[in-house]
């Protein structure tokens, strides 16, 4: 089964800052998912890569496949983006992309 | 509707109840899945369908728990004998084919109490 350690578990972050959250795993994957869960809601997947870097609005996902890292990003953060932010892999040699290993998470908070 | 729809989104019940929570994907989706999210851990795969059948069960952690999904839309997990440590939130997403290029929809999930 996959390792992910996400970094770090807690971020606090004043209004406007540039946001990093870090995800290394211990296998080899296929793809990458980036997921915001906001409190007592739902989530939402913001990416999916296997390379490279994804952009979409404020948000920028990278990843590098030999150092087994990953990295989200969020410029000129607002409080809206205050969520938990979810690393997942698909679990190796599954049927399907959607059976996910996830890392525990870090919570978000930014102020105004 | 529009999204992936969970009911209900809570439910209390007592230890040793059984309880029935259901889960209706996004029109056309052939993939689902359910996870369940401890407090303050990530989700953990429970079960698989494509179709209507359980293509992967590996992650239901004993025989009290049992998922179907009869006509190969709405799927519905079900809990016998329940105990305090089912409390959580079960979550469902669906794509629409299991491949690599079909994105995930997750459901706001239900919140499980057992007291």
């Known amino acids: 089964k996959n390792e992910l350690e996400q970094s770090p578990q807690n971020l606090t972050a004043q209004e406007g800052e540039f946001i990093t959250i870090n995800c290394s795993y211990s296998v080899g994957i296929s793809a990458l998912h980036w997921l915001q869960q906001h409190p007592g809601g739902g989530i939402v997947s913001l990416f999916m890569?296997?390379?490279g870097k994804k952009k979409h609005g404020r948000l920028i996902a990278t990843i590098n496949i030999q150092e087994k890292h990953s990295s989200l990003h969020i410029t000129a953060s607002h409080p809206r983006d205050s969520a938990v932010y979810i690393c997942?892999?698909?679990?190796?040699?599954?049927?399907?992309?959607?059976?996910?290993?996830f890392g525990q998470g870090t919570i978000l908070t930014v102020h105004p | 509707g529009a999204g992936v729809s969970q009911t209900p989104s809570n439910k209390v019940t007592e230890k040793g109840k059984y309880v029935e929570l259901r889960c209706d994907p996004i029109s056309g989706h052939t993939a689902l899945y359910w996870y369940r999210q401890s407090l303050g851990q990530g989700p953990e795969f429970l079960i698989y369908f494509q179709g209507t059948g359980a293509a992967d069960d590996s992650g239901l952690p004993n025989d009290r728990f049992f998922a179907v999904r009869p006509e190969g839309s709405v799927s519905t997990l079900k809990i016998q004998r329940t105990e305090r440590g089912d409390s959580a939130v079960y979550l469902c997403a669906s794509s629409l084919t299991p491949g690599r290029n079909s994105p995930l929809h997750f459901g706001n999930g239900t919140r499980l109490t057992v007291t």
């Open positions: 890569l296997s390379s």
């Open positions: 997942a892999v698909p679990n190796a040699g599954g049927t399907s992309y959607g059976k996910l290993t």
